[in-house]
């Protein structure tokens, strides 16, 4: 099957046109090129180019036609040099890698199972990757024998792995993405056709089709669209925010808005199709992890998203706690350690304490709105202004595929600048009219000027966790760097300072988090587990009026945890009350979950109605309501589809929803491009 889609991809390549175009880089460089090509063959083409390679110097490239639609991709040879560009023969081409990608088989699959695993209750087929509301199951245990992967759903990067006996003496192995690597990126690119590329595929079509690609989907999962909120959201991110069905935030694609819940499905789709490919047999269940700092809703979305790509979902865990389960795992002795989780995305900080085969955190908190991408920005907006500065250039409004451009590089400096103290940009023909090329120097030490308030945002997060969780930090026996931002010096230099210690190495703190998520998917499906005692990350409370919040179930309450609202005689009839997850007073300025209603709430005289907010180990809530001493239960349900707005109005006291402060990016000069190219820059 694989011959024969390569071999039709063959044929497609034969038809190109000379009009099509090449998107390339020289393998192991770090800037891309957009040429044209013409004489194309399925042998090779001529790339009409000035930055031409020197013979044999291997290229990665991408074929699209003239409307863009990405064709072939692989890697060629330069063979020649001619006027004005250079002849590359193809050494190895895959046509719409998507199709061929689906029958390649799974680099090095582990050795089979000993006895075939009996069929496995699937979590319900969800048809369509629209945002629905299923009913859900409750999160169930699962018989002996599943294998139940763990997935770390990462803002940049998503990781799996799993735990076989038989290897490594129960260690958890990664299972290696389609092209190989360790991760996948967390990303979706849609193309005109209505194909939806996965991956890395979509990662390299960033830079063509920035407006159709996701990336930092994590940060939107879940959370109730708000226009105001949008506006703020939207200077960072390259592709146009809309909203989705239900009031979530999605992409706008013009004739559809997908939801951020989809994005996360067909991303966790993906997950689980290359599992299953590894490992050589079906995959329904995990454990997926995420940020210790995440709301209700956003774990129910990450839950709802994973129900649509099939996976029945045993345990959804705090990223920092999977790591501690990592270390403790790799470690077995008794410690309190903080966990450092710095992602693309999101900063959590909590501190286990971990004894035998219990882990209790003790503190956590954290902030969803800092991350490498952060950094990301700063560094584009930086490189951006030492061009504008050596062009003479007073203002120059990027494009989105200069803006995605300028991301790549930045990314790669920032990696770059990690173990080196200078780093060379080099963008071949970044401004068009007139033609220049961006060349710029930057060194470590700009970077990590420009990016200390960054550094400085985690750093008060973290006394602060300390402080209300009365904990010093030379109480702390090890600190546990997680996440690819903690590779930053500036971000290693500043935790050793804060505990006086070096960071631990005994880790992979990309791969930690993964690597527990798989342990505790093995312990479930042996019917065992460690204890694992978590806490609530955030208050939950309820509105009195939109400026006015009133705690119900304080942060870092132990899980699970239970309170009870209770209503006097003379509101009932109906009771409809607003709930929020928060630390701010004012009750617009934290998240919206859901609103409680109770219909029918006649009581007899004396009689009080209470509502009941359950959290579950998982961090999720449920409701219900009775009347008080009799425990008749009442009817209830759960209004999420009421536009925020409306109800924030009801409520009066209410001027315009603020953006709360945790949306209060760093505005970058990125930012501020991105927010007036779609439409949304918000006037100060
Ligand atoms: P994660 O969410 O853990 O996959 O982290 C991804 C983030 O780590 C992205 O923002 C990456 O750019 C960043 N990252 C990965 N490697 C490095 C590195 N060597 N230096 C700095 N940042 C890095």
């Known amino acids: 099957m694989y011959d024969a889609a390569v071999s039709e991809n063959r044929r497609r390549a034969e038809r190109l046109s000379s009009s099509a175009r090449i998107l390339w880089k020289r393998q192991g460089d770090d800037f891309l090129q957009l040429d044209r090509v013409r004489d194309v063959s399925a042998q090779g083409a001529f790339v009409v ?69 009996p069929p496995l209750p699937t979590a319900p087929a969800a048809t369509s990757d629209e945002w629905v509301a299923p009913q859900l199951e409750p999160l169930s245990v699962p018989p002996l024998d599943r294998v139940i992967i763990g997935i770390d759903l990462g803002t940049t990067n998503t990781c799996a792995a799993w735990v076989d006996e038989r290897v490594g003496e129960g260690r958890p192995q990664i299972i290696p993405g389609r092209t190989g690597g360790n991760t996948i990126p967390t990303m979706i690119n849609f193309d005109t056709d209505g194909r939806i590329h996965v991956g890395q595929r979509a990662a390299d079509r960033q830079i063509l089709y920035p407006r159709r690609t996701v990336y930092g989907s994590k940060r939107l999962i879940g959370r109730t669209w708000q226009p105001e909120l949008a506006a703020e959201a939207q200077g960072h991110f390259a592709y146009p925010l809309g909203e989705a069905e239900g009031q979530r935030f999605g992409i706008d694609l013009g004739d559809q808005v997908v939801s951020m819940d989809a994005v996360a499905a067909r991303v966790l789709r993906e997950v689980r199709a290359t599992a299953e490919d590894f490992l050589q047999r079906e995959v329904r269940s995990a454990v997926i992890t995420v940020p210790a700092y995440f709301s209700e809703v956003q774990r129910e979305a990450v839950r709802r998203a994973a129900f649509m790509a099939e996976l029945t979902v045993h345990r959804i865990v705090n990223e920092p706690t999977a790591a501690a389960v990592a270390y403790g795992h790799a470690r077995g002795e008794e410690a309190r350690v903080a966990v450092w989780d710095f992602g693309g995305g999101t900063f959590d900080f909590s501190v286990v304490d971990i004894r035998d085969e219990r882990y209790e955190v003790v503190a956590t908190g954290g902030d969803n709105f800092v991350g490498g991408a952060d950094f990301d920005d700063e560094l584009a907006s930086m490189i951006l202004e030492r061009f504008l500065e050596a062009e003479g250039l007073e203002e120059l409004e990027p494009t989105p595929q200069q803006i995605a451009r300028l991301r790549e590089a930045a990314e790669l400096t920032k990696r770059a600048l990690s173990v080196q103290s200078e780093f060379d940009v080099r963008l071949t023909d970044f401004a068009r009219e007139p033609k220049r090329d961006l060349s710029v120097t930057i060194t470590r030490e700009d970077f990590e000027a420009r990016t200390a308030p960054l550094v400085e945002r985690t750093l008060t997060i973290a006394r602060g966790v300390l402080l209300s969780a009365s904990i010093l930090p030379e109480e702390i026996d090890d600190v546990v760097l997680v996440g690819g931002t903690t590779r930053i010096p500036a971000v290693q230099r500043a935790v050793a300072e804060l505990f006086g210690r070096r960071p631990s190495k005994r880790i992979n703190p990309d791969e930690a988090v993964a690597h527990g998520a798989a342990l505790l998917g093995h312990e479930i499906s042996a019917g065992e587990g460690p204890v694992l005692l978590d806490l609530l990350p955030m208050t939950v409370g309820h509105a009195i009026d939109a400026r006015r919040f009133v705690p119900v179930v304080k942060r870092n309450e132990r899980l699970p945890c239970v309170e009870v609202l209770t209503f006097g005689g003379d509101l009932l009839g109906r009771i409809q009350v607003p709930l929020f997850q928060g630390e701010s007073p004012d ?55 009421r536009p925020l707005e409306d109800i924030l109005q009801d409520l009066g006291a209410f001027d315009g929803p603020p953006a709360p402060e945790a949306w209060q990016l760093p505005e970058t000069r990125i930012s501020k491009v991105l927010g007036k190219l779609f439409g949304f820059f918000r006037k100060k």
């Open 49 to 117: 180019s000035d930055a031409v390679s020197e013979p044999d110097a291997a290229l990665e490239f991408e074929l699209h036609d003239e409307a863009g639609r990405a064709l072939a991709s692989g890697v060629a040879k330069v063979v020649r040099l001619g006027d004005g560009g250079m002849g590359i023969a193809f050494l190895d081409v895959t046509i719409d890698a998507a199709e061929v990608s689906q029958s390649m088989p799974p680099p090095r699959p582990p050795p089979p199972l000993p006895a075939a695993a």
């Open 587 to 641: 009750a617009a300025q934290n998240e919206y979950l859901c609103t409680v209603v109770v219909e029918d709430a006649r009581l007899r005289d004396g009689e009080r109605a209470q509502i009941r907010l359950s959290f579950d180990e998982h961090c999720l809530m449920a409701i219900d309501a009775f009347v008080e001493r009799s425990g008749k239960p009442l009817e209830v349900t759960l209004d999420r589809e």
